[in-house]
């Protein structure tokens, strides 16, 4: 154990085009759909005893576009249809704010470490942006991109690890551990 190959403990994943499919600013839950396959992933995570979370910017709040209370909502849908999610951190900021918690800054990487019990290097970070493969970056954990058609191609291509899709990036991480590895002796 203890090497750049094992799994990690826990990935983090962006919200809007990572999980779920992006709806811009989106406030209302009835709009919420899983991204394909979502779901599958998320179930075998859990069952390896991996822990999911969630980080997401929304400076749709900042922008006085939404509500928090909206974002919260959404937050719920999101965890009603994917989760439970052991943390999920947003960031309510706009790039003016200059805070610590939007991607690409690390903030938000850390707080769920902190929730968690983990440090950094036994995390990885998921998503469809270089923001997000960015503040796994800073904040010292694994990152993976999940492009979508609208990821810039500049971000693609200074991407470290780069996958087709959720499961792909599983099995760039390593692969997801078979429920079976979980006995006495395994992830304490
Ligand atoms: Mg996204
Ligand atoms: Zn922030």
Not at 68 to 95: K, Y
Request: aromatic residues 4%; hydrophobic residues 45%; glycine residues 12%.
């Amino acid at each position: 154990m203890g090497n750049e190959t094992v799994f990690p403990r826990a990935v983090l994943f962006d919200r809007d085009d990572t999980l779920v499919v992006d709806v811009p600013y989106n406030g209302d839950p009835d709009l919420v759909r899983p991204v394909p396959g979502a779901g599958q992933v998320l179930q075998a995570l859990r069952a390896a005893g991996v822990r999911c979370g969630v980080i997401s910017n929304q400076s749709g709040i900042a922008r006085g576009l939404i509500s928090a209370e909206q974002v919260a909502a959404v937050n719920a849908r999101v965890s009603e249809l994917l989760g439970p999610f052991d943390t999920f951190q947003f960031c309510p900021h706009g790039p003016e704010d200059r805070c610590r918690c939007r991607k690409p800054a690390p903030g938000m990487v850390h707080r769920a470490c902190e929730e968690l019990g983990l440090e950094p290097w036994e995390v990885a970070v998921v998503g469809d942006i270089g923001a997000d493969v960015a503040a796994a970056k800073a904040a010292g954990a694994r990152g993976v991109l999940v492009p979508t058609a609208v990821t810039r191609p500049e971000e693609v291509r200074d991407a470290d690890l780069v996958a087709g899709s959720l499961a792909e990036a599983m099995r760039l991480l390593g692969g997801i551990p078979a429920p079976a590895d979980q006995g006495a002796g395994g992830r304490a």
